[in-house]
């Protein structure tokens, strides 16, 4: 609740006052962000001493009522003049350095550093392309064969997301899927890829193929959209396709970030008769409890398990 909130932030309020001296200034901007001005520090290095103080006191428990609490933070420092000529201009970069603490895993510190900017700058070029490539509709599928060793036969596809760039030409996910999942984009291009592999598919399917599957790797921001299920069905029946066509993959470690979420959602895909993958198993933190209480059909074992099956007697065990 608010109160707990208020509470709370008092409570960081207090501790960041008694990491710094009595001449340095705090002050909250606004939600749960803070900045500290530390004055005429006297060697280069000081500021990391001083953040790693902050998070080591801020990760000691909270007591709220009868909760207890165990925060983290994320801190950008910089350095007047040489970051910035302006309170605006430092509190830019400031804010660049603790995005990029977050993004190396949080409860870190980072020093700005100009190549900061350039990839600031080059993330918001790539941000404006890929929207125009939604729009222009320059993404396209390729369909990598699955093969029953049995008998080899090719019993499914996996769609396989790639970007035709008109300078740069044919671009891999790595390149792009990032982008796409921080800014929301992935949403849209997401509900793009399920109509286009079951148009495919049916148009296999008219050609004379006979029964096959196409699986499809959900991101997180589509596992968190409650429309999915819509959409999937949507594109079933607009295809007229069986829902025993379509796998939907999730990889292990989107299982951990909303475990009831991902629960209910995985349970309403599965009562349309979609089949349910989890990919890269065995790379993240669940357990084999999760495969018990999740509703889940296949079991895709990360490949560093399976490269060197036939020479390691540990990874046939495992697997």
């Given at each position: 609740g608010h109160n707990a909130g208020d509470e709370l932030l008092k409570t960081v309020a207090h501790r960041l006052r008694s990491c710094v001296r009595s001449s340095d200034i705090i002050a909250r901007l606004g939600g749960d962000e803070f900045c500290i001005i530390l004055n005429t520090m006297s060697n280069e290095g000081d500021h990391g001493i001083v953040a790693d103080h902050i998070l080591k006191r801020l990760r000691v428990p909270i007591k709220l009522g009868e909760a207890e609490l165990i925060i983290s933070a994320s801190i950008g420092i910089v350095s007047a003049p040489q970051d910035g000529a302006s309170s605006e201009e430092l509190l830019q970069n400031a804010d660049l350095a603790m995005y990029r603490a977050k993004a190396l895993g949080r409860n870190k510190f980072q020093k700005f550093t100009s190549q900061m900017t350039d990839h600031a700058i080059e993330q918001m070029a790539l941000e404006n392309e890929l929207r125009r490539a939604i729009r222009e509709q320059e993404f396209l599928l390729y369909f990598q064969p699955q093969v029953d060793f049995n008998?080899?036969?090719?019993?499914?596809?996996?769609?396989?997301?790639?970007?035709?760039?008109?300078?740069?030409?044919?671009?891999?996910?790595?390149?792009?899927?990032?982008?796409?999942?921080?800014?929301?984009?992935?949403?849209?291009?997401?509900?793009?890829?399920?109509?286009?592999?079951?148009?495919?598919?049916?148009?296999?399917?008219?050609?004379?193929?006979?029964?096959?599957?196409?699986?499809?790797?959900?991101?997180?921001?589509?596992?968190?959209?409650?429309?999915?299920?819509?959409?999937?069905?949507?594109?079933?029946?607009?295809?007229?396709?069986?829902?025993e066509c379509l796998e939907l993959e999730i990889t292990e470690s989107m299982i951990m970030d909303n475990i009831e979420l991902t629960h209910k959602q995985l349970r309403t895909l599965q009562e349309l008769g979609v089949t349910i993958a989890i990919d890269d198993f065995g790379t993240g933190h669940s357990s084999l409890g999760y495969l018990k209480s999740l509703p889940l059909d296949i079991l895709k074992i990360d490949r560093t398990f399976i490269m060197d099956i036939t020479q390691e007697n540990n990874d046939q065990e495992i697997v």
């Amino acid at each position: 609740g608010h109160n707990a909130g208020d509470e709370l932030l008092k409570t960081v309020a207090h501790r960041l006052r008694s990491c710094v001296r009595s001449s340095d200034i705090i002050a909250r901007l606004g939600g749960d962000e803070f900045c500290i001005i530390l004055n005429t520090m006297s060697n280069e290095g000081d500021h990391g001493i001083v953040a790693d103080h902050i998070l080591k006191r801020l990760r000691v428990p909270i007591k709220l009522g009868e909760a207890e609490l165990i925060i983290s933070a994320s801190i950008g420092i910089v350095s007047a003049p040489q970051d910035g000529a302006s309170s605006e201009e430092l509190l830019q970069n400031a804010d660049l350095a603790m995005y990029r603490a977050k993004a190396l895993g949080r409860n870190k510190f980072q020093k700005f550093t100009s190549q900061m900017t350039d990839h600031a700058i080059e993330q918001m070029a790539l941000e404006n392309e890929l929207r125009r490539a939604i729009r222009e509709q320059e993404f396209l599928l390729y369909f990598q064969p699955q093969v029953d060793f049995n008998n080899n036969s090719i019993f499914g596809f996996e769609a396989l997301i790639r970007w035709q760039h008109p300078d740069r030409g044919l671009q891999f996910p790595d390149t792009f899927i990032g982008s796409l999942e921080e800014t929301g984009l992935i949403v849209p291009l997401g509900s793009w890829i399920i109509d286009e592999a079951c148009r495919q598919l049916r148009e296999w399917l008219d050609a004379g193929a006979k029964p096959i599957r196409v699986a499809i790797n959900i991101s997180p921001r589509q596992l968190q959209n409650y429309d999915l299920a819509t959409q999937v069905e949507q594109a079933l029946r607009k295809y007229s396709l069986s829902p025993e066509c379509l796998e939907l993959e999730i990889t292990e470690s989107m299982i951990m970030d909303n475990i009831e979420l991902t629960h209910k959602q995985l349970r309403t895909l599965q009562e349309l008769g979609v089949t349910i993958a989890i990919d890269d198993f065995g790379t993240g933190h669940s357990s084999l409890g999760y495969l018990k209480s999740l509703p889940l059909d296949i079991l895709k074992i990360d490949r560093t398990f399976i490269m060197d099956i036939t020479q390691e007697n540990n990874d046939q065990e495992i697997v």
